[in-house]
């Protein structure tokens, strides 16, 4: 089987949201998407050209036809997704407010959270180059968090490298998300957290911090928000400001910056680079309604990305004594 670039790892949902302007009122009109954050990972990267795969379970109905035709327009490879006759497709709806947007998910019982560590060996024959998975997959059911266990700690793709969105989902978790979500980045190659979502799942304050907390995480990329993204590695640190852009919906926005920088790691390119493109990247979905946007190609993103970009702030490497 011919090798991919990425595998993304991880359940997506039929996502409801009301049209720009419209809220959850019984008035507004509404349309139909999926929303899945490995596979929103997924399609970006296949737009900048990137072989990717996605591979998860749905349900044999009219939504999971839905969303493995859209995913799959994209340029993404669906044909490691199972189909489930006995459980449904996940739904989620979105609800925007005037300063936020609230998700009402119903995705209990659905078809990807009985995904196991039974799926990996139709998988790992298409031996990826690197692996992507989240934190919110743990969180669906015990099998679940086998399963990215498998792939985290067990290295189940061998030499692929491991890309580990932390995506902490408060409303998933019964207890203390803490203790996985660390334990399942300490294990990864690149890491992929907020500020924010560090410090409420593991009282960090700071990026340094959160460096702190996982000294040996080859790439550590700590964001926050619209002040700025900070990437770790044993060369130092390199800390880029977020771009300034007309919000149209934030949801999606951490996944669209995930893809950038994956993107450009796959090609090589320095960490200044990587958060550009991160950056310019992420910026493109604020500005649209969904969670994904249309991108051109890698080479004209990146050149894009790097005219957009503010200048870097590159610091010695962190002194893991202190």
Not at 51 to 57: N, Y
Not at 74 to 103: C, L
Not at 143 to 154: F, G, N, Q
């Amino acid at each position: 089987m011919t090798a991919c670039d990425v595998l993304a790892i991880g359940e997506t949902m039929a996502m409801v949201t009301p049209v720009a302007g419209g809220t959850l009122n019984g008035r507004s009109a509404l349309v139909l998407h999926p929303g899945g954050a490995e596979s929103n990972v997924a399609a970006s990267l296949a737009q900048f050209g990137a072989r990717t795969e996605w591979a998860s379970a749905v349900g044999a109905d009219a939504l999971g036809d839905m969303i493995l035709s859209e995913v799959a327009s994209h340029g993404v490879g669906t044909s490691h997704v199972r189909r489930d006759a006995h459980a449904p497709t996940g739904v989620y709806f979105k609800d925007p407010k005037p300063d936020r947007t609230d998700v009402l998910y119903y995705r209990a019982g659905s078809a990807a959270s009985a995904m196991g560590v039974d799926r990996l060996d139709d998988w790992t024959p298409l031996k990826p180059r690197l692996v992507h998975v989240s934190g919110i997959t743990p969180a669906l059911s015990a099998t679940c968090e086998a399963l990215i266990e498998a792939v985290v700690v067990e290295r189940v793709f061998g030499d692929a490298v491991v890309s580990f969105d932390v995506n902490h989902r408060p409303q998933l978790w019964a207890g203390d998300a803490g203790p996985v979500l660390r334990k399942l980045a300490a294990h990864s190659d690149i890491v992929f957290v907020g500020r924010d979502e560090a410090e409420r799942v593991w009282g960090t304050t700071d990026a340094d911090s959160v460096r702190a907390m996982f000294p040996d995480v080859r790439h550590l990329v700590v964001k926050d928000g619209d002040v700025e993204a900070v990437s770790f590695t044993d060369g130092g640190r390199v800390a880029m400001p977020s771009r300034h852009v007309d919000v149209v919906d934030p949801v999606g926005a951490g996944d669209a910056f995930a893809a950038g920088w994956l993107m450009a790691h796959l090609r090589g390119e320095t960490e200044p680079d990587k958060l550009s493109l991160g950056h310019w990247t992420a910026a493109q979905v604020l500005r649209a309604a969904g969670d994904l946007a249309p991108l051109p190609d890698y080479t004209d993103a990146l050149s894009a990305a790097i005219h957009a970009s503010s200048p870097t702030l590159t610091m010695p490497a962190f002194d893991r004594e202190s």
